[in-house]
T-cell receptor, first 113, second 118 residues
Framework: GAGVSQSPSNKVTEKGKDVELRCDPI?????LYWYRQRLGQGLEFLIYFQGNSAPDKSGLPSDRFSAERTGESVSTLTIQRTQQEDSAVYLC???????????FGEGSRLTVL | AQKITQTQPGMFVQEKEAVTLDCTYDTSDPSYGLFWYKQPSSGEMIFLIY??????QNATEGRYSLNFQKARKSANLVISASQLGDSAMYFC???????????????FGQGTILTVHP
């Protein structure tokens, strides 16, 4: 597709369950980013990939959060043992190399009951 | 470390008037890039405008212009001739230069909600 694709668009889960969020970047974009946005808040940086390596994981809130990327393609953000405070919209973005503007997906809204 | 500050939680403007959204930043990187994004109620993030720290002129994109004052570390967004469709959340963001500690990721401010009145 032409844009960044994220799935699922909505996910409701029970506390303690694991969730996987997927991001399919724009073809040819080598840089991929994950952000978290709580309701009414700004964007909180989680992790950034250049190719399939992650030079900056500084934003991952805890060891329950992990992310991987296959080549210069799909990325998966995994949250283990979800907590209610994990409820947020998780936004993925990609950019050509690691310069220039970020192109965002529509986000995955996670609700932890 | 980089920091972006948007001090206006909300702004109101009359349709067809101009409005300025404030953004100040702090960085130790010698060069950097500044971005503005718009987030309507639908949630999508829309890129508006970019300013490089060594660009000689202020960036402009249609009705959007960036009032870049490097010495004051401010990068205010000016929207001219406001339209009802401009009502949204607006985020200022910064990326550090290659080789710097903040290269790669964008650091975002907390945002300003703009409401355009008819």
């Amino acid at each position: 597709g032409a844009g960044v694709s994220q799935s699922p668009s909505n996910k409701v889960t029970e506390k303690g369950k694991d969730v996987e969020l997927r991001c399919d970047p724009i073809s040819g974009h080598t840089a991929l980013y994950w952000y978290r946005q709580r309701l009414g808040q700004g964007l909180e940086f989680l992790i950034y990939f250049q190719g399939n390596s992650a030079p900056d994981k500084s934003g991952l809130p805890s060891d329950r959060f992990s992310a991987e990327r296959t080549g210069e393609s799909v990325s998966t953000l995994t949250i283990q043992r979800t907590q209610q405070e994990d409820s947020a919209v998780y936004l993925c973005a990609s950019s050509l190399m690691n310069t220039g503007e970020l192109f965002f997906g529509e986000g995955s809204r996670l609700t932890v009951l | 470390a980089q920091k972006i500050t948007q001090t206006q939680p909300g702004m109101f403007v009359q349709e067809k008037e101009a409005v300025t959204l404030d953004c100040t930043y702090d960085t130790s990187d010698p060069s950097y890039g500044l971005f503005w994004y718009k987030q309507p109620s639908s949630g999508e993030m829309i890129f508006l405008i970019y300013q490089g720290s060594y660009d000689q002129q202020n960036a402009t994109e249609g009705r959007y212009s960036l009032n870049f004052q490097k010495a004051r570390k401010s990068a205010n967004l000016v929207i001219s001739a406001s339209q009802l469709g401009d009502s949204a959340m607006y985020f200022c963001a910064m990326r550090g230069a290659a080789g710097g500690t903040s290269y790669g990721k964008l650091t975002f401010g907390q945002g300003t909600i703009l409401t355009v009145h008819p």
